[in-house]
């Protein structure tokens, strides 16, 4: 049985998990808490970082690699084109979502969360173990305090994000006008990474996290300027995932 180690508020994990869903691969989770998360992982991969996928005696971590290999491994419902010109495609356009879109999501969606304990700590612990929201309660401002570091969180820096997150939309725009794929009419892992990515900026049902029932008011302000986004995002959530 394939493992997937992960957080489910993660859009990393997010990734794997729409991998493995569309591949129709069964497999079991094994929910992390930010923070106590770091010990395992670094024990199976040497780094901190999920997700972590265990098959067998196989261990992967970074998504893109994790994609790449059950595509090896288990070849139906391939995620990477046939065509070498196209797979090269493909996972330049995952390697761009990875830079230019995920981290800035993050940044935004930590800015405006993070002061608001109330909607984050129930995704921390979403289906984690028993003790998850004592550990939480206990350590959430050591967590908040990590992130806001790690992030370098300030209104410029926020500012930046939104910068480039505008700067990927243009470049999206012809695709997300069209509605079509981004490699042609198949929906491939560069689909699949650019949806999860932008994901947590519109909650899709399918992206498996308990969202809040609504999100701060600043933070709706700021994801009304990639609305342009969103319908392509829900859309292929609601067609592949």
């Given at each position: 049985?394939?493992?997937?180690?992960?957080?489910?508020?993660?859009?990393?994990?997010?990734?794997?998990?729409?991998?493995?869903?569309?591949?129709?691969?069964?497999?079991?989770?094994?929910?992390?808490?930010?923070?106590?998360?770091?010990?395992?992982?670094?024990?199976?991969?040497?780094?901190?970082?999920?997700?972590?996928?265990?098959?067998?005696?196989?261990?992967?971590?970074?998504?893109?690699?994790?994609?790449?290999?059950?595509?090896?491994?288990?070849?139906?419902?391939?995620?990477?084109?046939?065509?070498?010109?196209?797979?090269?495609?493909?996972?330049?356009?995952?390697?761009?979502?990875?830079?230019?879109?995920?981290?800035?999501?993050?940044?935004?969606?930590?800015?405006?969360?993070?002061?608001?304990?109330?909607?984050?700590?129930?995704?921390?612990?979403?289906?984690?173990?028993?003790?998850?929201?004592?550990?939480?309660?206990?350590?959430?401002?050591?967590?908040?305090?990590?992130?806001?570091?790690?992030?370098?969180?300030?209104e410029q820096?926020?500012?930046?994000?939104k910068e480039?997150?505008?700067?990927?939309?243009?470049?999206?725009?012809?695709?997300?006008?069209?509605?079509?794929?981004?490699?042609?009419?198949?929906?491939?892992?560069?689909?699949?990474?650019?949806?999860?990515?932008?994901?947590?900026?519109?909650?899709?049902?399918?992206?498996?996290?308990?969202?809040?029932?609504?999100?701060?008011?600043?933070?709706?302000?700021?994801?009304?300027?990639?609305?342009?986004?969103?319908?392509?995002?829900?859309?292929?959530?609601?067609?592949?995932?």
């Amino acid at each position: 049985m394939i493992t997937l180690y992960q957080m489910p508020v993660s859009h990393y994990c997010e990734k794997v998990r729409w991998a493995l869903a569309y591949k129709r691969l069964p497999y079991r989770t094994k929910n992390l808490l930010p923070g106590l998360h770091a010990r395992p992982v670094k024990k199976m991969t040497g780094q901190t970082a999920v997700p972590v996928l265990k098959d067998g005696c196989q261990i992967l971590a970074n998504s893109s690699d994790i994609i790449s290999f059950l595509d090896d491994e288990y070849p139906r419902f391939s995620l990477t084109p046939d065509d070498s010109d196209l797979a090269l495609q493909a996972k330049e356009w995952e390697a761009w979502a990875d830079a230019e879109i995920a981290v800035n999501v993050r940044i935004l969606a930590y800015y405006h969360l993070l002061d608001r304990p109330d909607l984050l700590k129930p995704m921390f612990c979403d289906r984690g173990p028993w003790y998850g929201r004592f550990y939480i309660d206990l350590t959430y401002e050591k967590v908040a305090a990590a992130l806001r570091q790690g992030l370098q969180l300030n209104e410029q820096r926020v500012e930046k994000a939104k910068e480039a997150l505008k700067l990927a939309i243009i470049k999206l725009k012809p695709y997300v006008e069209s509605n079509s794929r981004l490699l042609g009419s198949d929906f491939s892992r560069a689909d699949l990474a650019v949806a999860a990515l932008l994901a947590p900026l519109f909650q899709p049902n399918k992206y498996d996290l308990m969202w809040p029932e609504s999100m701060p008011v600043d933070f709706q302000r700021d994801v009304a300027e990639f609305e342009s986004v969103k319908a392509w995002v829900l859309d292929t959530y609601q067609r592949y995932r």
